[in-house]
């Protein structure tokens, strides 16, 4: 018997191959235990939609108090952690001014009290979304109703939706989020370290027939609604008054829009 | 073959090394998981009632699959509801459905999120930390067979069991 | 063939041996960002890439430079680099290898890294790259193992070998161009948006490319006296196209300044500014950035002077002068400015944390490592058949 060794490691590679190929076939003919005739659906309260959006106004947000009262809701329903340092800060949504929130062609001569003047900012959830482009596993993606969504099971933590994100409006999870929150709530999964989160638009709500938690303690300062409705209140608001969005020249199309002047549609 | 005696000796006592766990254990029985279904959700339901989303016999082999498919349908797809194979509606949620009966029997072992103050491993990554265990149902099956679900870093037990 | 890495002098098992403790040291200060997140590093919710995928940057380029052997030697008969192009691949191979290394110390799942071939996204620039990476390696790999292997037998090299080996030209020059992709198509990332990112990369990765190839040819020839170009005119010819490369570098970064800063736009000059000066009293990139211009005029300035390239020791001051400039630029300032000011116009400074260097180093020892191991193997054969 004198093989030399590249003809024994050709013929130890051709038997593994067959074994490991037979054996793939075998248990593709064993009957698996399929239970017949199982099905998904949309649940009766679910809220449909073609392009849900989100007007905000700010004319609603009076006091301090207001805005924390939004954050929070949104933030402890989510078990959003405080990590108490902007490095790791991780934020869904949060209050900026006119001039940083709406950066681009700063008008010297605007009012002081105009340029800090505040604003609710939240992930836009873009019709053109250049984070659901740039995802390489296509844990952020589109729905059917317009959100972007995030599956925090298959993303990979690459930070690339972050720099295609060109509203800031995403945050990573540098640090194990669960020592940071203060009160767990129990109704929604905190995420794990390593994985991107933004907004989601409550989508897990609106699949029982309720509204965004931040919508619901607004006092009427955030209108959400579905813009595809020629019927509903965001899609009234946004063909008749004037509403602005934030970095319009990018194409990305956001759905929320920034009633300008205050309205009285309550 | 070039020191053939010995190359065939090591080979033989070498594959007797490496199978003696097989004929250690020849007729042996064993044991197998012990699995807990009596935690007060499931006393509490009437005995036609008693049924899990599907057979246990699909479960025992597919669970997996099905926890897959879910996570799929809810959270990519927006749908929410599950019509088994026996048409019976549940709502997919891992919390709120499978664990509404599994739940871990909360006086035996309450369940503690990972804390600083408590961790006693020093590291926080929950993947790693035991301290985000999977509750007794699902442990009892698969601290046996030592594979470790990663669900319990983000997902929770119910209400009752947290504190 | 590998037989022959696992034999060496002392000063080769030292070297090995002083490779293999920072190794050790990189691993560990990893295990330390594994278990408790990247927020060991000095990366923010601003500034959310950082050292690791500068590096990345860096290297792809420097894999990319072996087509300036390649191409030569084999499409065009430049048999003066006959002795050279192994060497090329040799430092590919390690090159890229590294790339991969800095994404996955980079990620925050690294477990779930093969989502990216699990769940295809044809539309992402990143899972293009991750392609093409892996694609580079492989031909890499079996070109230059088959020729070094042929060689030692005394044969030709085996005919399938050809066709691989001209692929290789094109994705060469894809590997970076898909990097270049990663951020030229970012809408928010104004120092990013531009056409020339991909010439740019390119040029500045045959530049540093090559030069490091000759720092390596002459670090060969006092270790092991074997030398890649005994005539000389490979090394002068790199020379050649290390000095056109650099000069068209530097040409396209002042294109880039040009548009920036002549057409008025804030956004489009706002990264610059705090590259080059600062902004809002902002200002840690800029004494390195300064660093690099100087040393990049320098180094094209010693390269055009016959004199001075020709001058064994001015020669490798050009050349390190070119790689740092090179480094600093990609590897250092690139990827952090993309981020400042941020998307609302912030800045949000950033620096590497002692962690992050240490896990960099081993990466980069890492990579050293394979260097020395693929050199020592084709020296080996190259000394043996002498």
Redesign the interface.
């Known amino acids: 018997m004198s093989i030399n060794r590249r003809q024994f490691l050709r013929r130890a590679g051709m038997i593994t191959a067959l074994g490991l190929g037979s054996s793939f076939i075998i248990s593709g003919f064993r009957k698996k235990e399929v239970a017949e005739a199982a099905e998904y659906g949309k649940s009766s309260k679910d809220l449909p939609a073609k392009r849900w959006a989100m007007v905000v106004d700010m004319s609603k947000f009076k006091t301090e108090e207001d805005f924390k009262r939004v954050t929070d809701a949104c933030h402890s329903l989510h078990n959003v952690p405080d990590f108490k340092n902007t490095k790791d800060e991780i934020k869904w949504i949060w209050k900026d001014d006119y001039h940083h929130a709406f950066a681009g062609g700063h008008n010297q001569y605007l009012d002081d009290h105009v340029i800090h003047s505040p604003f609710m900012v939240l992930c836009n959830h873009c019709e053109n979304p250049p984070c659901v482009k740039a995802c390489p596993t296509q844990a952020t993606f589109k729905r059917n109703d317009g959100i972007i969504a995030m599956d925090f099971h298959r993303c990979i933590g690459c930070r690339f939706c972050m720099g295609a994100c060109p509203f800031g409006a995403r945050s990573f999870n540098f640090k194990d989020p669960r020592p940071y929150i203060e009160e767990i709530s129990t109704e929604y999964p905190t995420r794990t370290i390593g994985v991107v989160e933004k907004c989601n638009f409550c989508y897990e709500l609106l699949a029982k027939g309720l509204e965004p938690a931040c919508v619901a303690k607004s006092n009427g300062g955030l209108i959400f609604g579905d813009l595809a409705d020629t019927n509903s209140e965001v899609r009234k608001i946004v063909s008749t008054k004037h509403t602005i969005r934030r970095k319009p020249e990018l194409g990305t199309q956001p759905s929320v829009y920034y009633l300008i002047g205050g309205d009285d549609h309550a | 073959?070039y020191k053939g005696g010995k190359i065939i000796a090591s080979l033989i006592i070498f594959i007797g090394l490496l199978t003696l766990p097989f004929f250690y254990n020849m007729g042996k029985a064993n044991a197998g998981p012990d699995v807990p279904l009596d935690t007060p959700a499931i006393q509490q339901l009437a005995d036609k009632d008693k049924e899990c989303v599907?057979?246990p016999?699909?479960m025992r082999?597919?669970h997996m699959q099905l926890l897959n498919?879910w996570?799929t349908?809810a959270?990519?797809?927006?749908?929410?509801?599950?019509?088994?194979?026996k048409g019976t509606e549940y709502?997919?949620s891992l919390?709120d459905t499978c664990l509404k009966c599994h739940a871990t029997d909360t006086a035996a072992s309450p369940v503690v999120?990972?804390?600083?103050v408590s961790s006693n491993t020093g590291?926080?990554?929950?993947?790693?930390?035991s301290s985000?265990s999977s509750p007794q149902f699902c442990a009892s099956c698969h601290d046996y067979s030592a594979v470790k679900p990663?669900c319990w870093?983000?997902?929770?037990e119910?209400?009752e069991a947290?504190k | 063939m590998l037989e022959t890495a696992l034999s060496g002098s002392k000063r080769y098992w030292i070297w090995v041996s002083l490779l293999l403790a920072v190794i050790a040291v990189g691993f560990y200060a990893y295990m330390n960002q594994y278990n408790n997140g990247l927020g060991v590093t000095g990366m923010s919710r601003d500034v959310s890439w950082g050292l690791y995928i500068a590096q990345f940057t860096f290297l792809v380029g420097v894999a990319a430079s072996a087509v300036m052997l390649v191409l030569p030697y084999y499409l065009h008969d430049f048999k003066k680099f006959g002795k050279m192009v192994i060497l090329g691949e040799f430092l590919a191979i390690p090159a890229v290898i590294m790339c991969m290394l800095f994404i996955v110390v980079d990620v925050g799942q690294p477990m779930r890294i093969l989502n990216v071939i699990l769940y295809p996204s044809p539309r992402s620039v990143m899972f293009y790259d991750m392609c093409v990476l892996i694609g580079y390696l492989l031909i890499n790999i079996v070109v230059g193992w088959t020729t070094l292997s042929a060689e030692r037998k005394g044969f030709p090299s085996p005919k399938w070998v050809k066709p691989i080996i001209y692929l290789s030209i094109p994705w060469a020059v894809s590997i970076h161009t898909v990097t270049a992709f990663l951020y030229a198509g970012l809408p928010g990332r104004h120092l990013w948006l531009s056409a020339i990112m991909a010439a740019r990369f390119l040029a500045s990765a045959f530049a540093a490319g090559p030069a490091i190839l000759i720092l390596l040819c002459l670090i060969v020839r006092k270790v092991s006296k074997y030398n890649a170009d005994p005539e000389g005119g490979a090394i002068q010819s790199l020379v050649k196209i290390v000095r056109y490369a650099m000069i068209a570098n530097v040409f396209f970064y002042i294109l880039e300044l040009f548009t920036a800063f002549y057409s008025g736009i804030p956004e489009y000059s706002a990264s610059l500014r705090y590259i080059f000066f600062g902004l809002d009293g902002f200002n840690n990139l800029v004494p390195f950035m300064w660093t690099a211009t100087v040393l990049a005029f320098l180094g094209i300035a010693l390269l055009v002077f016959p004199t001075t390239r020709m001058n064994g020791k001015t020669l490798v001051i050009a050349l390190l002068s070119i790689i740092i400039a090179n480094w600093i630029d990609k590897g250092m300032i690139l990827i952090v400015a993309g981020f400042v000011p941020n998307s609302f116009e912030r800045i949000v400074e950033y620096a590497p944390t002692l962690n992050e260097i240490l896990v960099t180093l081993g990466v980069y020892a890492i990579g050293a490592l394979l260097i020395t191991i693929l050199y020592k193997i084709a020296v080996s054969v190259r000394q043996e058949r002498a």
């Open positions: 073959m599907e057979s016999e699909y082999a597919n498919d996570r349908a959270v990519r797809d927006g749908q929410t509801v599950y019509v088994n194979s709502e997919i919390q999120l990972n804390n600083p590291m926080s990554n929950p993947t790693l930390n985000n990663l870093s983000c997902h929770f119910p209400k947290v």
